[in-house]
Nanobody, 121 residues
Framework: QVQLVESGGGSVQSGGSLTLSCTALDYYVIGWFRQAPGKEREGVSF????????YYADSVKGRFTISRGNAKNTVHLQMNSLKPDDTAIYYCATDPRLRYVSVDHSDYSYWGQGTQVTVSS
């Protein structure tokens, strides 16, 4: 059974911080996506587990940091200077076919249950 589990969501005021965590099996690429009501699922940040190389969407660049945890199958998303438009359900995802980062959610087949992030103004 393939399982990914997110944690760390919550409610914060604008300008606050949260750190999300994802535990997954040993895959090459793990990504974070988010989905707000009425919007499509969007790529946020991705990491290559082999070397830690990272990708960020322009909307979060300079505010979010993705990193590998002490365990190879753990990733963290540090979210600083949060804005109300960051409000969404955040999902971690992977796919065993992926070696390189894709920002297209349709390329990912394994998904966590999601964790809610709410940012109030």
């Amino acid at each position: 059974q393939v399982q990914l589990v997110e944690s760390g969501g919550g409610s914060v005021q604008s300008g606050g911080s949260l750190t999300l965590s994802c535990t997954a099996l040993d895959y090459y690429v793990i990504g974070w996506f988010r989905q707000a009501p009425g919007k499509e699922r969007e790529g946020v940040s991705f990491v290559a587990m082999s070397d830690g190389s990272a990708y960020y969407a322009d909307s979060v660049k300079g505010r979010f940091t993705i990193s590998r945890g002490n365990a190879k199958n753990t990733v963290h998303l540090q979210m600083n200077s949060l804005k109300p438009d960051d409000t969404a359900i955040y999902y971690c995802a992977t796919d065993p076919r992926l070696r390189y980062v894709s920002v297209d959610h349709s390329d990912y087949s394994y998904w966590g249950q999601g964790t809610q992030v709410t940012v109030s103004s």
